[in-house]
């Protein structure tokens, strides 16, 4: 079956350290996003990727980094830079923003806490 | 700026107690809106997409409405089953990439 999948499901960062979210699609989608979510508040964008070896500051982007080498993985760093990691990040994607009445898919998200 | 917001925060229905969900949007140039449907410890599930004044989708027990300021998320008879946090999301007409703000969402608890 054709889906995201993000790993792992639970994920403890300590001080100083710098932990990597994974974010596999086998839809053959071109653009990819992650998400933080807190909870009170909507889903915030902190990195896009439209294509290939391009990607784009999202409106938290602070703190974390991204690399798209394949199409079909898009996976986050966190680092030591971004003091308030704890949440729920969410990946997903979309086949290009062109197409508009396509929605972007969800994984299960990695909860991500400080030890 | 772009603003999506939910309403009521929570709802508690008895099963087959019908109600609806709002959702108020102020955008530049609505390119689409959009309905997930996200259970406890799991990411969105995609529901609906509307895009012009008047439309409407319907599944199962679920019909979504859009209007030039808010969409509306019916919900007849429902079933416990239907327990979730439902989100409404945005896509904005001024960036080229399929930019969405999402609501804070509402939580929905259907007992039976």
């Known amino acids: 079956d054709g889906g995201i999948t993000q790993s792992p499901k639970y994920l403890f960062r300590k001080e100083g350290q710098n932990v990597t979210l994974s974010c596999e699609q086998n839809l053959n989608h071109d653009a990819m996003y992650w998400y933080r979510q807190d909870p009170g508040q909507g889903l915030r964008l902190i990195y896009y990727s439209q294509i290939v070896n391009d990607f784009q500051k999202g409106d938290i982007a602070e703190g974390y980094s991204v690399s798209r080498e394949k199409k079909e993985s898009f996976p986050l760093t966190v680092t030591s830079a971004q003091k308030n990691p704890t949440a729920f990040y969410l990946c997903?994607?979309?086949?290009?923003?062109?197409?508009?009445?396509?929605?972007?898919?969800f994984g299960d998200g990695t909860r991500l806490s400080i030890l | 700026e772009d603003q999506v917001t939910q309403s009521p925060e929570a709802l508690r229905l008895q099963e087959g107690e019908s109600s609806s969900l709002n959702c108020s949007y102020t955008v530049s140039g609505l390119r689409g809106l959009f309905w997930y449907r996200q259970d406890p410890g799991k990411g969105p599930e995609f529901l609906f997409t509307?895009?012009?004044a008047g439309e409407e989708k319907e599944k199962e027990r679920l019909k979504a409405t859009l209007t030039k300021k808010e969409s509306f998320l019916h919900i007849t008879a429902p079933k416990p089953e239907d327990s979730a946090t439902y989100l409404c999301a945005v896509r904005e007409g001024n960036t080229g990439f399929q930019k969405l703000v999402f609501g804070t969402g509402t939580r929905l608890l259907v007992s039976p």
């Open positions: 509307l895009y012009s």
């Open positions: 997903a994607s979309s086949i290009p923003a062109s197409h508009s009445n396509q929605p972007q898919h």
